[in-house]
Nanobody
């Protein structure tokens, strides 16, 4: 089992950048593929980015490809999401998630979730 805590959210102007972090507890962090999801008010929770257990493989939603970068540090039990060229439509609560299997893109594929961090992009 793993516990996840996100941080780094905030208010930023369009075109700006933010870096989200997710700290994981437990000694088996490297056993989990990690993902970032987001949920805007009144909308479903959507996949944003994923990274394999080793960090070698990454996958992204088309809406963020080229703007967002996911990375992980298994020695520090952290996964990050660097978000550049932010747009108002990126406004959402961002969630970190973990599961044993890589390349997953749906909410139901991930077993463990953080509490979320708010990202607001003003126009």
């Amino acid at each position: 089992q793993v516990q996840l805590v996100e941080s780094g959210g905030g208010l930023v102007q369009a075109g700006g950048s933010l870096r989200l972090s997710c700290a994981a507890s437990g000694r088996t962090f490297s056993s989990y593929a990690m993902g970032w999801f987001r949920q805007a008010p009144g909308k479903e929770r959507d996949f944003v980015a994923g990274i394999s257990r080793s960090g070698v493989s990454t996958w992204y939603a088309d809406s963020v490809k080229g703007r967002f970068t996911i990375s992980r540090d298994n020695a520090k039990n952290t996964v990050s999401l660097q978000m550049n060229s932010l747009k108002p439509e990126d406004t959402a609560v961002y969630y970190c998630a973990a599961d044993f299997t890589s390349y997953r893109r749906t909410v139901h594929d991930y077993s463990y979730w953080g509490q979320g961090t708010q990202v607001t992009v003003s126009s």
